[in-house]
């Protein structure tokens, strides 16, 4: 049986803490969201539920036993949004108000009164009200993807505008339809700081503005980028409703206002307002996953570690009690006994304060070590 040396650890000077970021690039095609595993809106990839408040997106039909979870999509607008209403018919209007609700909760926090959530701004700056997202869509991205969070300065989403074909003019206003060849909008959060220097925070982590054109404050702002939560918010104003005025929130796509969405069971047209109050969350989320072209970031797999410097000096670990170390009472490492001691260290234990071995480290090979070397080894444990 082998002889336990302890040797004390210092904590001031044989001990110390790392931490190792990892990255790694994730590319999300649209082609998977919408067309890849069924006709669109439908695809074995696509599950919706019997509550109906959001929908799941996976990589592959999500009945297969290797299907993955990519991210979830859902909607949601304040109650003090032109689409609420107490007199008029909106499906689900408690749902897509407790939406908007809860994301306000956990990201954003309270008002100073505790009484309401705050409200989602396209640049964040919570206290100036002057780019306020009543009407916002939610994605939710997986955990398996994110890992711990989302490089900053990497997310990049680009969506389908539609609005690039005129089929008429009704009361002044182009109505216009989505086609094969729709534009594309990409937002980034190129200028977000990349150390958590200076980084903006809020109650879900710390974030980052999606900024159209350059992608930096030069451009427009059209939603916010969660790092630590994986949650991206997208304000409805992405999509262009024509001009406003009476019920423009539930104005017909026909009356000068995009097509959004195309309910096929229906055959109804939807502007992005009218879809957001009329259609149901599940539609609204078609809508949106047909218009995402791509979403992009690099992911964050945060490592700490100790590491423990294990000093040996020359005067000790030079002998052991192996069974093999000795043949007929003699040393087998030794010729003849003016020889100095020879031994190999093979192991490294890590023992707590009463001599509970609490860690193994195992050498690739054994270590020579003699009365003529001192040595400092190094065990890395990562958590």
């Not at 082609?31 to 809106?41: E, L």
């Not at 993955?68 to 689409?83: A, K, R």
């Not at 009200?129 to 869509?137: A, P």
Request: charged letters at 15%.
């Amino acid at each position: 049986m082998p002889v336990l040396n302890y040797e004390p650890l210092n904590p001031s000077t044989d001990i110390t803490l790392t931490k190792t970021l990892l990255h790694e690039a994730v590319p999300l095609t649209g082609a998977i969201f919408s067309g890849t595993y069924g006709t669109y809106p439908d695809g074995g990839n696509i599950k919706n539920f019997s509550h109906g408040m959001f929908q799941s997106v996976y990589d592959y039909p999500y009945l297969s036993s290797s299907a993955n979870h990519i991210f979830d999509i859902t909607i949601g607008y304040d109650e003090s949004s032109v689409l609420s209403s107490s007199t008029l018919s909106r499906p689900q209007q408690t749902k897509k108000i407790n939406m908007y609700n809860q994301f306000s909760q956990v990201l954003l926090g309270f008002t100073g009164s505790n009484s309401e959530t705050e409200i989602f701004e396209s640049d964040l700056n919570i206290n100036d009200n002057t780019t306020q997202m009543k009407e916002v869509f939610f994605v939710s991205l997986s955990r398996l993807l994110l890992k711990d969070q989302i490089k900053k300065g990497t997310f990049s989403i680009s969506l389908g505008t539609g609005s690039i074909k005129q089929v008429g003019v009704v009361g002044g206003n182009v109505f216009h339809k989505t086609g094969s060849t729709s534009t594309t909008m990409t937002l980034t959060d190129a200028s977000a700081s990349t150390d958590d220097t200076g980084t903006s925070v809020s109650n879900g982590g710390q974030y980052g503005v999606l900024w159209h054109a350059d992608g930096t404050a030069a451009g427009t702002a059209y939603g916010v980028v969660f790092y630590q939560a994986g949650i991206v918010a997208l304000t409805a104003s992405i999509w262009p409703t024509g001009s406003r005025g009476g019920t423009a929130a539930m104005r017909p796509a026909g009356e000068g206002e995009l097509i959004f969405y195309h309910d096929k069971n229906t055959a109804t047209d939807y502007s992005v307002e009218a879809c957001m109050a009329s259609a149901s969350i599940s539609g609204a989320c078609d809508a949106l996953r047909r218009r995402i072209r791509n979403i992009s970031f690099n992911n964050t797999t945060e490592i700490n570690s100790s590491i423990y410097f294990c000093r040996v000096p020359f005067n000790k670990f030079n002998y052991s009690s192996n069974n093999t170390y000795v043949s007929g009472s003699k040393i087998r490492v030794k010729n003849f006994a003016s020889d100095p001691p020879v031994s190999y260290i093979t192991t490294i234990g890590l023992y707590s304060a009463t001599n509970e071995l609490l860690a193994v480290a195992k050498l690739s090979e054994p270590l020579r070590k003699s009365i003529t070397t001192d040595m400092t080894l190094r065990v890395r444990l990562d958590y």
